[in-house]
């Protein structure tokens, strides 16, 4: 519900704050007075299309004008707040503004967040609908017309709906096994020679780390052997332990020629020569000892000279093969399985596929069924709504119009979860006229009063209904048709928020609240106000509409007699 309006700078409203309440508004003045500016500024606030005119003459700045809506909980436009990312609070006031400048650029906020006129524009679509001489939005919207029918009705689409989820889930299916069958040729050889070079490479869970360490260890391994090999070939042939054995011969043969030489056995040279040999022999027998471990430790490592050269082989075939498949080693052997099952689904999926498509064509029967369950659902629901749209016209001043509701078949592939239907409301103003859309046919006069026979037809099944404006509907008409207009305005206004601008008293009786538009200035200025009226200033206001310029007696007491 629309709670407050709030003007500044438009056209020649200097300044305005309206407080609006529920159930039905009216708007009456002078022609000229000013009421259109009001409508117009709160299109403003909701989006509509404005340019430099509506900014005041001598307007210090820019034009602005600021809707404050009181909304329920659950309404829609916090779903589509949520999907915009803009803040809001479910038990606070929506406030959308706009300012206008001279220039003819806008900036449009909602909850004081900036964002865009377009955001404005679908917040209104969802708050308030415009019923008028020249702008119906909302009932001219054919795409509005199925789900009003359905609401009306009270035809429910959560069969059709599942149907079409399962013929979708079904034609999907069947897709995806075409799709498979059409690329099994040549997936299937890709996919052969892929999986027969991962069978002969046999990669195994871990293997990659494995090799690796196991050819840190294997590196390490070999050096050690270099180095004992160099080790013993130190110490044996013409190395350490040849010359130890000569020096030890050596010094024998010295020591025997001292002693031949008459040098005491037991003098300091022989003894001396002696002690050498002793030395040069022990040295001897621990360098063949140590020759004989180090042969002991070589053998110890029982190495293959060969196995070192067989890992790198095997972690080198197997980093290949990860980057031909694009992926990481330890994946190989998922990569196996996954091409095998893939050749498995292949070589099955000529019977899934006919498995499929019969599935797909039961499920399209389902679906069909359903659809045209519904279609005729609504084929009657549409015949009780243009039973019930003609029985408002004619005391709208319509009887020789005709409404009907439209509802055509949709091609097999526009068919959807909420049918196979086009539904279009179409009118014929005059017999024998052919049908067609109610903006193409109607007047603006026309326009406004078959909106508002549909509205008062729809009231009460549509749920709960945006702020409705009804601008001049009862334009060109009086007497018994301007009351019944009246009438119809009062009962949409029981469930529903509705403001109309009417020049009728009969109308303007059955106000819950009536605002007075008037101008007031000199010649050098120009001011619209507005007057919220008390029940005498109304009764006066619609003796004024009854009577004219000069308001009698008589007319004061026709407008007590309207008001009731």
């Not at 909850?111 to 001219?140: I, P």
């Not at 190989?332 to 498995?355: C, H, M, N, V």
């Not at 005729?376 to 709504?385: F, K, S, V």
């Not at 949409?492 to 109308?507: D, E, G, I, M």
Request: some cysteine; aromatic content about 4%.
């Amino acid at each position: 519900m629309l709670i407050g309006l709030s003007i500044r700078d438009v056209v020649l409203i200097e300044s305005l704050d309206l407080a609006i309440g529920p159930g039905l508004t009216a708007l009456t003045g002078e022609t000229g007075a000013g009421k259109s500016i009001i409508l117009d500024a709160l299109g403003l606030a909701t989006g509509a299309r404005a340019d430099a005119g509506l900014v005041r003459r001598g307007a210090a700045g820019h034009a602005s004008a600021t809707a404050i809506f009181a909304l329920p909980a659950d309404h829609a436009a916090f779903a589509y707040l949520d999907d915009k990312g803009l803040d809001y609070a479910r038990d606070e006031d929506l406030v959308l503004r706009r300012q206008l400048s001279p220039d003819g650029r806008s900036r449009a906020f909602v909850n004081d967040q900036a964002t865009s006129v377009g955001v404005l524009k679908d917040l209104g679509a969802l708050l308030l609908e415009v019923h008028g001489q020249h702008e119906t939005v909302g009932l001219l919207d054919v795409r509005t017309h199925r789900t009003l029918l359905d609401a009306f009705g009270a035809v429910g689409v959560g069969a059709v709906a599942s149907a079409w989820s399962g013929w979708r889930a079904a034609r999907e299916k069947a897709a995806a096994l075409r799709d498979l069958a059409d690329r099994a040729a040549v997936e299937t050889e890709e996919l052969t020679l892929r999986l027969s070079e991962l069978d002969r490479l046999d990669p195994r869970e871990g293997e990659e780390t494995q090799l690796a360490e196991e050819r840190a260890l294997l590196g390490s391994a070999e050096k050690a052997l270099a180095d004992i090999s160099a080790a013993s070939e130190a110490l044996g042939g013409d190395n350490l332990s040849g010359k130890l054995a000569g020096a030890f011969r050596a010094l024998e043969r010295a020591r025997d020629r001292a002693i031949q030489a008459g040098a005491p056995a037991d003098g300091p040279a022989v003894s001396r020569l002696a002690a050498a040999c002793e030395a040069v022999d022990r040295a001897l027998v621990e360098a063949q000892e140590a020759a004989a471990a180090i042969d002991g430790a070589a053998e110890a490592f029982e190495f293959e000279p060969d196995r070192l050269e067989k890992a790198e082989e095997r972690l080198f075939a197997l980093r290949g093969m990860a980057r031909k498949l694009n992926v990481a080693v330890e994946l190989l052997p998922d990569k196996r399985a996954e091409f095998a099952a893939k050749l498995q689904a292949i070589e099955t999926s000529g019977e899934a596929l006919l498995e499929a498509e019969r599935e797909a064509a039961d499920a399209r029967d389902a679906y069909l069924f359903a659809a045209q369950a519904l279609s005729a659902e609504r084929r009657a629901a549409g015949d009780r709504l243009a039973a019930a749209v003609e029985a408002e016209l004619t005391p709208l001043k319509l009887e020789k119009a005709r409404f009907r509701v439209a509802v055509e078949p949709l091609d097999e592939d526009r068919a959807g979860p909420t049918g196979a239907d086009r539904v279009a409301f179409e009118i014929s103003t005059n017999p024998g006229a052919p049908f067609g859309p109610m903006e193409a046919i109607a007047s603006g006069g026309e326009l406004a009063r078959f909106a508002l026979a549909l509205k008062a037809a729809l009231a009460g099944r549509e749920g709960p209904q945006p702020l409705m404006i009804f601008d001049e509907v009862d334009q060109g008409v009086g007497g018994a048709v301007a009351d019944a207009v009246g009438l119809r305005l009062k009962r949409l206004a029981a469930n529903a928020q509705v403001l109309v601008v009417t020049h009728s008293a009969q109308v303007a009786a059955r106000a819950d609240a009536h605002w007075r538009i008037a101008k007031s200035g000199d010649d050098t200025s120009t001011r619209t106000r507005v007057e919220p009226l008390s029940p005498a200033q109304r009764q006066e206001e619609i003796a004024r509409m009854l009577s004219g310029a000069e308001v009698t007696e008589a007319a004061r007491a026709a407008a007590k007699a309207l008001i009731g």
